[in-house]
């Protein structure tokens, strides 16, 4: 059995919306712009759009939807989506980045 790594919701909340303000903000050649490339790689276009609002900008899934002009439920499917494909980006090499933010 695979045991899996769960945060509370809103310490995950703060890291992941601390983790996409800082590969905003990266640097060529750094190990923040080597997340930000597999985060670009590892999430679609739109949960890149909704995981950006949601977390950096601090939307409501509400306030997204109506923006979007979609279903409130389809927002929470797709953030959630994205969530699950950020977990996989931190567990390679996310950590390392947490623990040079850190410093």
Do not use: W
């Not at 809103?10 to 640097?27: C, H, I, N, T």
């Not at 597999?38 to 999430?43: G, I, Q, T, Y």
């Not at 939807?65 to 931190?90: M, W």
């Amino acid at each position: 059995m695979i045991q899996q790594d769960f945060l509370p919701r809103d310490v995950e909340y703060q890291a992941l919306r601390r983790f996409l303000k800082q590969v905003e903000r990266a640097e060529t050649g750094t190990l923040t712009e080597n997340m930000a490339s597999a985060l670009a790689e590892e999430l679609t276009p739109r949960q890149q759009q909704m995981v950006h609002m949601y977390y950096v900008d601090q939307m409501l899934m509400q306030e997204i939807a109506d923006n979007l002009q979609v279903n409130v439920s389809t927002v929470s499917r797709t953030i959630g989506r994205g969530r699950r494909r950020l977990r996989r980006c931190l567990r390679y090499g996310g950590r390392a980045l947490m623990e040079t933010l850190e410093l």
